[in-house]
């Protein structure tokens, strides 16, 4: 077990550093094509069409590595999302990060936010846990949200979102339109505050929730993080214990809940994300990978 052990962490440290070096290669070759014009179309097909390239480079590295971040990729994403920048560069990148509860969405979420704020690009996060129907008058009535929930109350269904809110706000925020998103407040009232969170329309905006399924026309990325029910079981256990003060057994029923819910409403959503990536992966090799992306659409003479 112990050499299995070493074994990952010098594999991990092998595909780090080859990752460095492709960043390295890339800052330092003399091989680089001409900026293009980003005002033209002439010069948006040309960055879209060196994209492509990179991108299946990227994918073809990425299977190499012991534990890949790309589990599957829609074959057809790269064209549809090379049209988008051809045909609407001025529109707001919408990013869509959704999978079952205690995938790693946050985390995923959260790396990328890191390395695009590292870049000095602006990057605004979007919950659509804020989007959550106020219940307060239901848990008011049966007691607790435990026992609203365990009444039959379907907490994940499209229902129990304010899906035309969301989809208005991400559509005003997509335009560059600043916008005041509810707030739900999770300390089991149920209580939802109107346009109580200033969210700014940065050029990147990445949205991360289960509701993103419901909504889904609206992005230009659509990603699902996938994690096994055993390593989901202990994340979802270790966080409701440890953060949200729940005790074992209510979270083991809350664990039954979700388990049902992620068959009904958010698995058969795979199918139709741009990347499904793993939500176990390294975030050091992640965000190399991040980094590597940015240096090959920014690197030109």
Request: proline share 3%.
């Amino acid at each position: 077990m112990q050499k299995f052990f070493f074994s990952c962490i010098i594999s991990i440290q092998f595909m780090e550093n080859i990752m460095h070096g492709l960043i390295e290669k890339e800052l330092l070759s003399d091989d680089k094509i001409l900026k293009p014009d980003f005002n033209s179309k002439t010069g948006r097909e040309l960055l879209a069409f060196y994209l492509q390239t990179k991108f299946k480079q990227i994918l073809a590295f990425d299977k190499k590595y012991s534990m890949p971040i790309f589990v599957d990729v829609d074959p057809n994403f790269t064209m549809r999302f090379s049209k988008r920048l051809i045909n609407n560069p001025d529109k707001r990148f919408l990013i869509s990060i959704t999978g079952e509860s205690a995938a790693g969405k946050s985390t995923i979420c959260n790396e990328i936010k890191n390395v695009i704020e590292q870049l000095s690009m602006p990057v605004t996060i979007l919950s659509t846990d804020n989007y959550f129907n106020d219940i307060s008058s239901l848990i008011a009535k049966h007691g607790s949200f435990d026992a609203l929930r365990d009444s039959g109350y379907d907490v994940d269904a499209p229902t129990s979102f304010q899906l035309d809110i969301l989809k208005s706000d991400l559509q005003d925020l997509a335009d560059g339109l600043d916008i005041k998103c509810p707030m739900y407040l999770p300390n089991g009232t149920g209580v939802s505050m109107p346009k109580a969170i200033d969210v700014k329309s940065s050029k990147i905006i990445i949205v991360e929730g289960i509701a993103t399924m419901y909504v889904k026309d609206v992005f230009d990325v659509k990603i699902y993080v996938e994690t096994d029910n055993e390593i989901r079981k202990k994340w979802f256990i270790d966080r409701a214990v440890n953060e949200r003060n729940q005790d074992v057994n209510n979270a083991l029923k809350h664990w039954d809940y979700i388990t049902l819910a992620g068959e009904k409403y958010v698995k058969p959503y795979r199918n139709e994300a741009d990347m499904v990536i793993n939500g176990k992966a390294d975030l050091k090799y992640f965000a190399g990978i991040l980094e590597y992306i940015h240096t090959i659409t920014n690197n030109f003479q």
